[in-house]
């Protein structure tokens, strides 16, 4: 077996997912404290349609991702960042996970576990790529949605926050290269690890690439199916609603004007275009001052997105990678994208 490839076996996995079954349908039999509402119609909107959509995006994303690998195009697609990566000293396969991050955050990450899988790149080679791919290509992924409700509701309050934002986002994919360029091994920089995959017949390539999508996509079901249920079961359970109104009370007290942590409180307690349309009421009003909004809304960014992504990317992050890999991935990507929303909102509080 090779270095770093797990099996998808074990008696200890299907264990696992027998424990949270048993969970699931205890708490569907009402045996849990508390009172819960859940109807079918519930159920097909809120776990069996995302959850169906979840697992289609992840198989298409992981198919696609073989495919690229067995054709032997990870390095050709990644010639298009090789400029950039190459001063990191990062392999062109690298690449291939960065630029598709630019499209599918879900793509990126299952090319970027197959290589790894398949030896052309290391253990950290992997997790800065990684890192890289949270940083630049995630943010100007979800821009055009952002921008187009930002700005109309909160105006030069939204443009300075967008700003910031991109700023922060800058300043962590800087980081990563830096950090890269300083750890890894200058020798391959901007090279590709492998030589060029001997002709094979389509039949047989197209077999082997069925063959390991079978496989890997089984591993990703068997983690990504029990932790959604985990996850639903928090939520309807009112776990996470606890936990953002506990999370808002706390950033709240002292830090701005009481309008301003209202502010907070609907970016965290509800959906992100609640919290724009509050700062932009406030600030029409002229109860809050742009400098006032633009920190509300940074303080929202900081304390929802955390809770977000536990939410929505954790289940494909462990399905993806592993239970324990997939959870240090998105603790230390949602922890450094905190600390650089700091470095850019502290100047701009100060010197604003």
């Not at 289609?56 to 495919?67: F, H, S």
């Not at 967008?162 to 980081?175: F, V, W």
């Not at 197209?206 to 932790?227: A, D, H, N």
Request: charge should be positive.
């Amino acid at each position: 077996m090779k270095a770093g490839q797990k099996t998808s076996g074990g008696w200890g996995r299907w264990v696992v997912l027998l424990i949270f079954g048993l969970l699931a349908v205890s708490y569907w039999l009402g045996w849990w404290p508390g009172e819960h509402h859940l109807t079918a119609q519930k159920l097909y909107r809120q776990l069996a349609s995302p959850l169906l959509r979840l697992l289609i995006y992840m198989g298409v994303g992981l198919l696609v991702g073989q495919a690229i690998e067995s054709l032997g195009w990870a390095a050709k697609l990644g010639g298009v960042a090789a400029p950039l990566l190459r001063w990191g000293h990062l392999r062109r396969e690298c690449g291939a996970s960065f630029t598709a991050a630019f499209f599918s955050g879900i793509l990126a990450n299952t090319m970027l576990f197959t290589l790894y899988q398949e030896e052309k790149i290391s253990r950290r080679e992997m997790t800065v790529t990684y890192l890289l791919n949270s940083g630049l290509p995630v943010y100007l992924l979800h821009l055009p949605t952002t921008f187009f409700i930002i700005l109309p509701l909160t105006k030069q309050a939204g443009l300075i926050y967008l700003g910031l934002t991109l700023s922060a986002a800058a300043l962590r994919t800087a980081a990563y290269l830096v950090y890269a360029r300083v750890r890894l091994p200058a020798a391959s920089a901007g090279e590709s690890s492998a030589a060029a995959p001997p002709p094979v017949k389509k039949k047989v390539l197209l077999q082997e690439i069925w063959g390991k999508f079978r496989q890997r996509f089984s591993r990703v079901i068997l983690y990504t199916l029990p932790i959604y249920l985990l996850i639903f079961v928090l939520n309807d359970g009112g776990f996470f609603k606890w936990l953002r109104q506990a999370m808002a009370a706390y950033v709240s007290v002292g830090f701005l004007p009481m309008e301003a942590a209202s502010v907070v409180i609907f970016s965290v307690a509800t959906e992100f275009t609640s919290g724009m349309a509050a700062a932009g009421a406030f600030m029409q009003a002229g109860t809050l001052t742009v400098q006032q909004t633009v920190m509300a809304l940074i303080l929202g960014n900081i304390v929802a997105t955390p809770i977000r992504a536990l939410r929505h990317q954790l289940p494909s992050h462990m399905g993806i990678f592993s239970p324990k890999l997939g959870t240090e991935y998105l603790l230390l990507s949602q922890g450094l994208r905190l600390v650089s929303l700091v470095a850019v909102a502290v100047p701009y509080a100060i010197w604003g």
